[in-house]
Every structure is written in structure tokens, then in C-alpha cells.
């Protein structure tokens, strides 16, 4: 049967990720109005009419990356404090940086900035956390992603807000702004039981339960936010959240470093996701997250980078293959978190986490096309007996060639169509030179 379509990409494999392995050999993707229609075999292809047919011979198609845990706009602090612990690089770096330059601006061209990063890595979807949440979403809809835009929930004055209740109501504020634009979705974003009341907390439970919010908050990311949570409430933090009402399924909790057995089995039981950023956890030290007994049990796991600032960068493709390489080392098991696994974590799972695995997360009829091509036609790449295994242990983000939100293109032949390079370098240059010249007041 003949079909009509406004874009039909034959690529030399499609994988779908909705069954771990597959691998469709020479196949075309056919995409109307922002949808996949189809995936078409080869017997087929010659039946299909398209607008625009692009060939990729020597390309695996697979859905957009997501990223379930971001800071985007601290792409701008990118190596500003390296190797040093959490709370030092914390409390004596990043947030007096932060009260010094933090503002709309700042925010506008760091998530920017962070984004064509992204778009140029394969990531289609991010889960994001900051302040000033309308320039995030303002630069989301710049760059053409889906984002998730975290309005962060603190106890202490920034230069954002002085209080809790006033993070909260600008963040509400700022939401009533894009209600209705398909790619912003916003969160509520306590940011960790140690900068969070009970009170507060049971606030945002509250609104997320009244207004159908995702939340997102850092959760049991060091052994020393755990130490304090029995030092002050004689609990560990999760066992705290939980009896204050914020496990379900609309939690997203990043990092989940350090877990035992009964908190796995509790945070599989409400529908907890976990965000696990292999990457930012080996930089600050702060430990191997028990990934595959976490999937064992039933949870829910995606794979974030954490900011630049921590990582130092935001290349979702490297931190697919660190996550399954240190599940490995982790457990001495060298089947852990295997390469398909890997890739279910950076797509379909982060895209349940997010409440959108309807929508994305899979290439399969019916869902948004939102579609990366990665060439593995290079040197690097070559042979490839096995292009899933290629796409966690070999693959680099500059094989990334094309990118797909909604059928709508965000790069083509490695060049991004939405933002301007020249234009992001120079805002980036810009910063740096305000930010070394505060640093050295």
C-alpha cells in the first residue's frame, strides 16, 4: 500500500529500544506532522512518497537522548572549580559564583549554551534544574528541545529568591507564562533534603499532587548527606521523604549514590526514577550508585550529566557508556548494565520518569519524532558487528549527525539549525570575563 509522508529517512539500522537488541537492518522511518507514521522495511520503501527522503547509509537511527538531570545554565561555570569535594566545591565555589552573577541573562545564555551542547550530542529531551525558570524555558523553545524546566526550592536567599515560599511562588508565576507550549513542561525542584524543611517539602507535595507537577530533587548523594540526616533527623533522608508523602511516581531523584537493599525495594514499590549521573558521581567522589541492583529491584533508572560545572560536560553518549562500564567495575560483574540496557536507560526510561514515554523515548508509530542519526561509518567505528554495542562503547557525540525534535530539525550534517555558534561563543566569552574578574575582586 502506497503512503504519503513529509520526511522518510532510510538509515542502514533503526533501533526502536522498545525490545532490548533490536535491531532493524535497512529500514526507513517515515514522519508527518512531527509523528512517526511508520518504519518501513526495505520491501517497502520504494512505495512510500516523501517530501524529503534522506538516505544514511552508513547511520543508526535511535530515539532522542534524554537527559533526566540537568543544570544547564552552569554550563557557564564549565571548570571553573574542579577536584574538589561536594560541599567544598559547593559552599566555597559555585553558589558565591552564583550570588555574584546569577541572573535572567546569565541563565538565558548558560541554557543555551548548554543546549547546543546537548542538541549536538543527541539529546532531545532535557530534565533541568535552576533559577530564573522562564529563561530556561525561553531558551528551550530557542533551541527546539523538550524541557523540563525545575524550579529549584530552597530554604536560603539567592539572588533569585529570599525564602522558600517565594522560590515556590515565582516558579508558579513563571509557569503560568508557557502554559500550553508543547515542548515546557515545568517541575517543582526541591533541591535536597539538607537545603529543604519538612514544611517545605510537604508544600510542594501538595502542589505537585493539586497541579500534576513532576518533581525532581537530589536525594542520598553523599555519605555525608546521609550522616546528617541521622545526625539532625534521626533518619536517613529517603526514610524521611517517604514519611513526609514524596515517594511516587512523579519523583525524579538524581544521583541515589547511597542505597541499601530496603530503600531499592521502597523507592521500586512507589514508582520512585532514579537520574544516575555516572560522571558527576566519579568527579566529586562521591561513589558508585548500585545501578544494577536498582534495576533489579524493580526501579526505574535514566542517566543524567549533572551540570558542566561537575562533569565537565554534557555529552550524554559518554556518560550512556560510563554508566554501563561502572556498573561493571562496580559489581565485578561484567554483565551488568549491558549495552542495550545502557541505551533503554538514556532513552525509553528517562522518558517514563518523565511521564512522556507515550510520547518519546522509542521510535515505534504513533510517537513524536524525535530521532537522532549517528553515523558509524568512520574509522572509529569500524567494523560494526553490533551497532547497539557500537552506540555505548565507540561511539563519540561528533558521529552524531542529525537531530529530530518533532520531525523538526535541530541539527543537519552536524551543523545546528535553531542556534548560532558564532553567536553562543561570543556570549560565552563574554561571562567568562565577568566571572574571572569577580573572582578576582
Excluded at 89 to 112: C, K, M, R
Aim: aromatic residues 4%.
Amino acid at each position: 500500500m502506497s503512503l504519503s509522508v513529509d520526511l522518510l529517512i532510510q538509515a542502514r539500522w533503526i533501533i526502536p529500544v522498545e525490545k532490548d537488541g533490536e535491531v532493524l537492518d535497512n529500514h526507513a522511518l517515515a514522519i508527518s506532522q512531527g509523528k512517526i507514521v511508520a518504519i518501513v522495511p526495505p520491501e517497502g520503501i520504494a512505495q512510500v512518497s516523501a517530501k524529503e527522503h534522506l538516505t544514511l547509509n552508513t547511520h543508526a537511527l535511535i530515539p532522542g537522548l534524554v537527559n533526566l538531570h540537568c543544570h544547564a545554565a552552569m554550563t557557564l561555570l564549565r571548570g571553573y572549580a574542579d577536584d574538589l569535594a561536594l560541599m567544598d566545591w559547593l559552599q566555597n565555589h559555585i553558589w558565591p559564583a552564583e550570588g555574584a552573577h546569577v541572573s535572567d541573562q546569565f541563565v538565558y545564555d548558560g541554557t543555551l549554551l548548554g543546549m547546543a551542547e546537548m542538541i549536538r550530542g543527541g539529546v532531545t529531551t532535557v530534565n533541568d534544574m535552576y533559577f530564573y525558570n522562564s529563561a530556561v524555558a525561553r531558551a528551550g523553545l530557542a533551541a527546539g528541545m523538550r524541557t523540563f524546566v525545575g524550579c529549584s526550592v530552597l530554604e536560603f536567599p539567592t539572588r533569585y529568591a529570599s525564602n522558600a515560599d517565594e522560590y515556590i511562588a515565582k516558579g508558579l508565576k513563571e509557569r503560568d507564562e508557557f502554559l500550553g507550549e508543547d515542548l515546557i513542561t515545568f517541575t517543582l525542584a526541591p533541591h535536597a533534603p539538607y537545603t529543604v524543611s519538612d514544611d517545605t517539602f510537604r508544600k510542594v507535595i501538595t502542589l505537585a499532587d493539586e497541579l500534576d507537577l513532576p518533581v525532581h530533587c537530589h536525594i542520598h548523594e553523599t555519605q555525608h548527606e546521609i550522616d546528617t540526616s541521622l545526625s539532625e533527623h534521626h533518619v536517613r533522608p529517603l526514610a524521611r521523604l517517604h514519611a513526609l508523602g514524596l515517594l511516587s511516581p512523579r519523583l525524579t531523584a538524581a544521583h541515589m549514590v547511597h542505597l541499601t537493599e530496603s530503600e531499592m525495594a521502597l523507592a521500586a514499590r512507589h514508582g520512585v526514577s532514579i537520574a544516575h549521573n555516572p560522571t558527576s558521581n566519579m568527579k566529586l567522589a562521591s561513589g558508585i550508585a548500585p545501578i544494577q541492583a536498582c534495576l533489579a529491584a524493580g526501579v526505574n533508572v535514566g542517566i543524567g550529566t549533572d551540570g558542566a560545572a561537575s562533569n565537565n560536560k554534557l555529552d550524554m553518549l559518554a556518560d550512556m557508556r560510563m554508566a554501563a562500564l561502572l556498573a561493571k567495575v562496580g559489581t565485578l560483574d561484567p554483565t551488568a548494565v549491558p549495552a542495550a540496557t545502557a541505551l533503554r536507560m538514556a532513552t525509553l526510561n528517562g522518558a517514563r520518569a518523565l511521564g512522556i514515554d507515550h510520547l518519546t523515548g522509542s521510535l515505534c508509530a504513533g510517537k513524536a519524532a524525535d530521532v537522532v542519526a549517528v553515523d558509524l561509518g568512520s574509522l572509529e567505528t569500524a567494523p560494526t558487528f553490533d551497532p547497539i554495542s557500537h552506540l555505548v562503547y565507540a561511539a563519540g557525540r561528533e558521529q552524531v549527525s542529525h537531530v529530530w525534535v518533532n520531525g523538526k530539525p535541530l541539527l543537519s550534517d552536524r551543523q545546528l539549525t535553531t542556534l548560532n555558534t558564532e553567536t553562543l561563543l561570543g556570549r560565552s566569552n563574554d561571562w567568562q570575563g565577568r566571572i574571572r574578574a569577580g573572582a578576582s575582586n
